[in-house]
């Protein structure tokens, strides 16, 4: 997420005087990726489809308007402060990025992480030492 977020905010930098109006949508991005970066690391796999969700949506968006950079290369355009290639480029690696972080999102979020498996003092379960539903035993039995 956080290179999602990177890749987007240095786009939106470099192609700051030639976007037309969609400045607010990638501030937007690079926030939200940011936030749910930072529950990510806490350990909250709650925003992991949103973030595969988003994630799709910005693959496209990158998808499209990559040959409008390269475009931008030929003569009688306005040049932004990163050359137009170099932002195709970006824009290009943003596609697969996005895709990974869409992969990435739906296999943490399958894992459940906040599943907690109770684990008696020897550090196994009442399933896991062969004690199929009789419940704890007393201590020293």
Known sequence: MIATAVLVALITAGGWTVLQGAQPLAFAYVLLYAVMAFYVARWNRGVLPLAAGLSILLAVIAAVSAPGWFAR????????????????????????????????????????????????????????????GTGPHPAGA
């Open 73 to 132: 290369a030929e003569t009688g355009f306005q040049d932004p402060a990163i050359p137009p290639d170099m932002l195709g480029l970006l824009t290009v690696i943003l596609v697969p990025v996005s895709l990974v972080l869409v992969a990435f999102a739906l296999r943490g979020f399958a894992q459940k992480w906040n599943v907690e498996v109770e684990k008696d003092h020897d550090g196994y379960g009442a399933y896991d030492s062969g004690d199929r």
